[in-house]
Nanobody, 124 residues
């Protein structure tokens, strides 16, 4: 399976971006899907995740109320809508796929497949 993340860019604080993660090779409904982010010199951190059915979503406290994760299984794509962006949201954002149904969804080690990062830069 391959993941292709896109949608990053430069935006002013308070603005919005929508990230997309297109999945190929297998249908996305085989996976729990997650978004993580990383800045140089820091560990990759959990941002959001959605179960394979889309019935449950999870968010880091730092983005709760501002970010929304969703999935369109027909398009084999997962989205991360990011609103009210802050300078501290600046990072490379990665999407990931977890084929299990039992691993902790907030842990990066739970995910077997990763896309390349897409850079989000928020200017203050």
């Amino acid at each position: 399976v391959q993941l292709q993340a896109s949608g990053g860019g430069l935006v002013q604080a308070g603005g919005s971006l929508r990230l997309s993660c297109a999945v190929s090779g297998r249908t996305v409904d085989n996976y729990h899907m997650g978004w993580f982010r990383q800045v140089p010199g820091k560990e990759r951190e959990f941002v959001s995740a959605i179960t394979r059915s889309g019935g449950s979503t999870y968010y880091a406290d730092s983005v709760k109320g501002r970010f929304t994760i969703s999935r369109d299984n027909a398009k084999n794509t997962v989205y991360l809508q990011m609103n009210s962006l802050k300078a501290e949201d600046t990072a490379s954002y990665y999407c990931a796929a977890d084929p299990s149904s039992w691993r902790p969804i907030r842990l990066s080690n739970s995910y077997d497949f990763w896309g390349q990062g897409t850079q989000v830069t928020v200017s203050s």
